[in-house]
């Protein structure tokens, strides 16, 4: 077993003048904090810096909130509620309560408003970059630069928590996202098909298309019938069986998803295109299940991707001046963001188990 420094547990501690083991890699080769590989004189080794692979899709279902600044410490927005009692006593009903006046009215109906503010807390993300000038050094003989490289892995860090704090929020902080916001309170389990369930796996063309209808109009209907959602998030697994299960049209075959995307409430009223797209966090984002675990209890969100109903507030990217201590050269990366706002809740729906 290794140690921090490379020593085996049954290794004598470094004694001054001794000449310290290489460091080796999982794989066996040779390697230093510059990226500096031993190899042989006919080895070609591709200079390319291979990041770890993630999805990062926060900027493709989400619209940015920017008008706050590293100042700030809160981010807040207001909903107004609007009350009016019916002219000439007609009352508050269905097909009464306008406001009518007459000639010898001595009273005359107005409006009441009641204004609630909604704030959120913009917390601080940072990072600290550093490196020394021996690897410096290291690397400007390689042709590798480590302060460039250290930028990317930091930059890709600061991509992933973004993406993670806009679709989940951040359990510590107890800030949810858009996957599961307690500002949304439309939360449905889909219907079971007939053969017992509610995943699509066990569900024919025709329940599936069902689902969307219910959802698409179960999130219509909560607002009021006044916004359409145009925008449907679903877990990358269930996006692949729609795009490929086929149903029957008088055009012929066409996938599931064609067929919605094409025949829509949205796109029937005129009102535009209905986007479908896959996210890998809607595995087990649903009630019960496990974020993250595919086939717990997943989830579809189903919104309208407009700044006015949903937003994320972030500030731009600051650093501070490269700081020199010692052999050290420093600098830090910061800026804030809060949790996914929601101004209008009701133009959002959550959907499990398909």
């Excluded at 990041?51 to 899709?57: A, C």
């Excluded at 973004?162 to 916001?181: A, F, K, R, W």
């Excluded at 500002?183 to 025709?206: C, E, F, H, M, R």
């Excluded at 009630?287 to 309208?304: E, K, L, N, P, W």
Aim: charged letters at 20%; one cysteine or more; hydrophobic letters at 35%.
């Amino acid at each position: 077993m290794l140690s921090f420094d490379h020593l085996r547990n049954d290794e004598p501690a470094y004694q001054p003048g001794q000449r310290l083991g290489s460091c080796r890699t999982h794989d066996g080769k040779t390697v230093d904090s510059t990226g500096a590989f031993l190899h042989g004189e006919l080895e070609r080794i591709d200079q390319t810096l291979n990041m770890p692979l993630v999805d990062i899709t926060w900027m493709r279902d989400m619209d940015l909130r920017e008008d706050i600044t590293i100042a700030d410490e809160f981010s807040s927005f207001t909903n107004s509620t609007v009350a009016s009692q019916g002219g000439l006593g007609t009352g508050n009903a269905v097909g009464t309560g306008k406001a009518w006046m007459g000639k010898d009215s001595t009273q005359i109906a107005g409006v009441g408003l009641d204004i609630k503010k909604t704030p959120n807390p913009l917390n601080v993300w940072g990072m600290e970059v550093k490196y020394d000038i021996l690897e410096l050094a290291s690397a400007a003989k390689l042709g590798r630069p480590i302060d460039a490289s250290k930028v990317d892995g930091m930059e890709l860090k600061r991509q992933m928590d973004i993406d993670e704090q806009v679709y989940i929020g951040d359990i510590t902080l107890n800030i949810g996202g858009l996957y599961n916001s307690s500002a949304v309170t439309n939360v449905t389990n889909l219907p079971i098909g007939a053969q017992g369930y509610s995943q699509w796996l066990y569900k024919t063309p025709d329940e599936i298309l069902a689902d969307f209808n219910l959802a698409l109009t179960s999130v219509w209907s909560a607002s009021g019938w006044a916004v359409k959602p145009n925008r449907i998030l679903l877990p990358p697994t269930q996006f692949g069986f729609i795009s490929t299960a086929k149903v029957a049209t008088q055009a012929g075959l066409v996938s599931i998803k064609t067929y919605i995307e094409q025949n829509n409430l949205l796109t029937a009223n005129g009102g535009g295109k209905l986007t479908i797209e896959a996210c890998k966090w809607g595995f087990g984002t649903g009630a019960g299940g496990t974020i993250g675990v595919q086939g717990t209890v997943d989830r579809m969100v189903v919104y309208t991707k407009e700044y006015k109903f949903v937003r994320f507030p972030l500030t731009l990217q600051n650093r501070t001046p490269i700081q020199y201590d010692g052999l050290w050269h420093k600098t830090y990366y910061y800026h804030r963001m809060g949790g996914v706002e929601f101004p209008y809740g009701n133009t959002v729906g959550y959907f499990d188990g398909l």
